[in-house]
């Protein structure tokens, strides 16, 4: 099945510089991979997602990168604000084995003001 | 729309015994996924549930079973409730598949002692 790993899983970062959070998937055929933001005590939220037919996806501050060579993605976070601070999961899917979301072990995420 | 509600919020177990959780989802998402979150395993899937079929099943023991009725909202029951089993469950809805975008309910927390 599906392995993914995410790194790091946490990361500080001052308010306004840029965050990276990366993943790798193990199955080559997956083709979804969506980034999900938990701030806490809530629950988690859809943020940004990309199929495997695109190489990036840009929505105002974030970003996500794929990289199908190398079975990677990345999430790019710019200009961070402090109500960034939350747990990131990234998840990988491959739609043609059922849909079954596997999720990355999660980055807490930390933007100090 | 109202969002994907999950009840109860809380609850306390004592092991052996049996406990089922309720989602709705979202008005017209026939898709219901759920989840298991615990801090050191972090999101794992379940099963999910279409037009009250199993479509999918993730590598958990048999002790864990859910249904979904007409109306899409879904449950899932634990039995023999393990120490182990001490988790945030979590449902999310979707329109058709796992890779629309899924909205997760506020889960359920539950604590076996």
């Known amino acids: 099945g599906e392995n993914v790993e995410q790194h790091p899983s946490t990361l500080s970062v001052q308010e306004g510089d840029s965050a990276v959070i990366k993943c790798t998937y193990s199955d080559s055929a997956s083709n979804y991979f969506p980034w999900y933001k938990q701030e806490l005590g809530k629950r988690p939220q859809l943020i940004i997602d990309i199929r495997s037919n695109v190489g990036e996806k840009k929505d105002q501050r974030i970003a996500v990168t794929l990289n199908k060579t190398a079975k990677h993605f990345s999430l790019h976070i710019t200009e961070t604000q402090p109500e960034d601070s939350a747990v990131y999961f990234c998840?990988?899917?491959?739609?043609?084995?059922?849909?079954?979301?596997?999720f990355g072990g999660g980055t807490r995420l930390m933007v100090k003001p | 729309k109202a969002g994907v509600t999950q009840t109860p919020r809380y609850l306390i177990k004592t092991r052996g015994q049996q406990v089922t959780l309720s989602c709705s989802p979202i008005?017209?998402?026939?898709?219901v996924s759920w989840y298991q979150q615990t801090p050191g395993q972090g999101l794992q899937f379940l099963f999910e549930y279409f037009s009250e079929t199993q479509r999918n099943k993730g590598n958990f023991p048999g002790r864990f079973s859910g249904r979904q009725f007409s109306n899409s909202r879904s449950e899932m029951n634990v039995s023999t409730l393990e120490l182990g089993d001490s988790a945030l469950y979590l449902c999310a809805s979707s329109l058709e598949q796992t890779w629309d975008e899924q909205y997760f309910g506020p889960g359920t927390r539950l604590t076996v002692t």
């Open positions: 008005s017209g998402h026939r898709s």
């Open positions: 998840a990988a899917l491959n739609n043609n084995a059922g849909n079954m979301l596997t």
